[in-house]
Nanobody, 122 residues
Framework: QVQLVESGGGSVQAGDSLRLSCAASGRTFSRFAMGWFRQAPGKEREFVAA????????DYADSVKGRFTISRDYAKNTGYLQMNNLKPEDTAVYYCAADVGRIPTQTAYDYWGQGTQVSVSS
């Protein structure tokens, strides 16, 4: 199974940058993908970005394209979410999640981190 530990959240001003980290541990899987999600108070959880661990293919929500970059470090078994030009509407709890290929035909995030708070003020 997979354990995920997040870090890097904080309180910043609009226009500032943050880099979130998600360290993964556990047994090896044939397939692996990491996604980032966020949830603001009173709102539904929404997809932010994802990366395929094997080929590096990425996907982004339209709201963060051009501002956020997802990446991974094989040596550290860690994924990152670089967030630039942060806006107040980016304020949320950010979660990383792991898809280990349980369902071959669709994405299934079975493992989740504890979440890290990102607060952006004007």
């Amino acid at each position: 199974q997979v354990q995920l530990v997040e870090s890097g959240g904080g309180s910043v001003q609009a226009g500032d940058s943050l880099r979130l980290s998600c360290a993964a541990s556990g047994r090896t899987f044939s397939r692996f993908a990491m996604g980032w999600f966020r949830q603001a108070p009173g709102k539904e959880r929404e997809f932010v970005a994802a990366i395929d661990w094997g080929n590096g293919n990425t996907d982004y929500a339209d709201s963060v394209k051009g501002r956020f970059t997802i990446s991974r470090d094989y040596a550290k078994n860690t994924g990152y979410l670089q967030m630039n030009n942060l806006k107040p509407e980016d304020t949320a709890v950010y979660y990383c999640a792991a898809d280990v290929g349980r369902i071959p035909t669709q994405t299934a995030y079975d493992y989740w981190g504890q979440g890290t708070q990102v607060s952006v003020s004007s």
